[in-house]
């Protein structure tokens, strides 16, 4: 199985700055026939729905603010929020659809300085 | 609009069995792969199972692999996960998602409200 280790378990940024969280998987998930790397990011708040963020590790998901960003190829990835709104605060996790079991990471709790 | 409702859900005993059922609406639920993803309290995203369009491909957790067979119903746009031999591990929220393709190595574009399942005696 693929191991995914997001990065840190917990982050407090204050409102207008910078957040950025780290995914690690144990092996790649970019698929060298289509250059894909098969990595999405979910934001996910208490009492609803995860929510699909980013997929192909860089690619927003239609309606998503475009402070949302990904990057990373291979094995390591990056969520960035470019400027914290309150609305942001939630758990990010990370998933690797490249192979099964398509596996989570263990979550990032994003809160307000 | 695109929905999708999970139901089933409920308080168990060890060892017991449970069947979650989804429906799926406002969208053509035969060309979408489909998957089951659960969250134990205190817990991350768990995926636990996941379907083809067809049917014809099933994919499980190893935690679960031998007591939960994931199945669908396209005539009745109907998602399910057959639950056996449950363990309090098992306890969780479980949500049905919906893959962004036919095929199970996809991204979960849409997701449901979630079912909760408690597995106590």
């Known amino acids: 199985d693929i191991v995914m280790t997001q990065s840190p378990d917990s982050l407090a940024v204050s409102l207008g700055e910078r957040a950025t969280i780290n995914c690690k998987s144990s092996?790649?998930?970019?698929?060298?026939?289509?250059?894909?790397?098969?990595l999405a990011w979910y934001r996910h708040k208490p009492g609803q729905p995860p929510k699909l963020l980013i997929y192909?590790?860089?690619t927003r998901q239609s309606g998503v603010p475009d402070r949302f960003s990904g990057s990373g190829s291979g094995t390591d990835f990056t969520l960035t929020i470019s400027s914290l709104q309150a609305e942001d605060v939630a758990v990010y996790s990370c998933?690797?659809?490249?192979?099964?079991?398509?596996?989570f990471g263990q979550g990032t709790k994003l809160e307000i300085k | 609009e695109v929905q999708l409702l999970e139901s089933g859900g409920g308080l168990v005993q060890p060892g017991g069995s449970l069947r979650l059922s989804c429906a799926a609406s406002?969208?053509?639920?035969?060309?979408?792969?489909m998957s089951w993803v659960r969250q134990a309290p205190g817990k991350g995203l768990e995926w636990v199972s996941g379907i083809s369009d067809s049917g014809g491909g099933t994919y499980y957790a190893g935690s679960v692999k031998g007591r939960f067979t994931i199945s669908r119903d396209n005539s009745e746009n109907t998602l399910f996960l057959q639950m056996n031999s449950l363990r309090a591990e098992d306890t969780a929220v479980y949500y049905c998602?919906?893959?962004?393709?036919?095929?199970?190595?996809?991204?979960?574009?849409?997701w449901g409200q979630g079912t909760t399942v408690t597995v106590s005696s």
């Open positions: 998933q690797q659809y490249y192979s099964s079991p398509f596996t």
């Open positions: 092996q790649s998930v970019l698929n060298s026939s289509n250059n894909k790397n098969y």
């Open positions: 192909w590790a860089s």
């Open positions: 406002g969208f053509t639920f035969s060309s979408y792969a």
């Open positions: 998602a919906r893959g962004a393709s036919s095929s199970c190595y996809s991204r979960l574009d849409v």
